[in-house]
């Protein structure tokens, strides 16, 4: 039994047949998903999906890529949207696309991110972070806002000093699709640094296909082949990722299956 922790049924092209897809997800051992916003539009459609299936739920932010979408009253509508989620994300920094010298993106992204930070601690919800290529900006931001519940490094990467850090701050990791990659012997290595009870795992439909479907769109279901090989090459069972995805996100506790 498998809890999808990060899925994006809410964007193209999953959205137009999202219950065909979840289906799929079901029928391959997949008991809920967490369905991840990324602005406020596509909160928005993670809340309207989720509230019409028992067993999905939602997460509601503003992803760094979306930074100037963020003011004072998109902030306001986030934390009335959040009402109804249960946690904050996918919210966080990603200066892959910004250049070195662009300094006041880099500011919005860390602003936004200290207050969405603020607001799931207002709101006592945890927190799912993306992070790329702005890893000690992020270990900063950590340290001087402190997240009151648990956090999520979404599809997690880095550098060992950084991962070590992140887990002393107490991180959870997002294990994805891309795991399998044969030319991610890197992630992996950092992989085995960090404890069985501090992973979990996601998808990222439609991104991050695991082999042997890499370059194809990713199904929800195919979360099933990264968590066999989670199980074959690293000893991380289903039910320590379910256990770990339940202490994460308090709403997916009333899972208690049998195994």
Known sequence: MIID??????LSPLVENWQR?????QAKGVISTI????????SQVALEIATGEKNLFASVGVHPDDINE??????????????????????GLDYFRVKNNDQETKQKQKDGFVKQINLANKLNLPIIIHIRDAYDDALEIIKAHP???????HCFSGTPDYIKKMIKLGAYFGVDGNITYKNA???RDL?????????????DSPYLP???????LCEPWMISLTAQYLAENFKISEKQLLINSQIIFPALSPYQPEF
Not at 147 to 153: D, E, H
């Open 5 to 10: 922790t990060h899925a994006h049924y809410n």
């Open 21 to 25: 897809y979840w289906q799929k997800a």
């Open 35 to 42: 369905i991840i916003g990324a602005n406020l539009e596509t």
């Open 70 to 91: 963020l003011n004072t009253q998109t902030l306001k509508e986030l934390e009335i949207m959040a009402g109804n989620a249960i946690a904050i994300g996918e919210i």
């Open 147 to 153: 997240p009151k519940n648990n956090f999520v490094l």
């Open 185 to 187: 012997s890197s992630l």
């Open 191 to 203: 992989l085995h640094l960090i404890p069985k009870n501090k992973i979990i795992i996601e998808t």
């Open 210 to 216: 695991p082999i042997p479907h890499r370059g194809k």
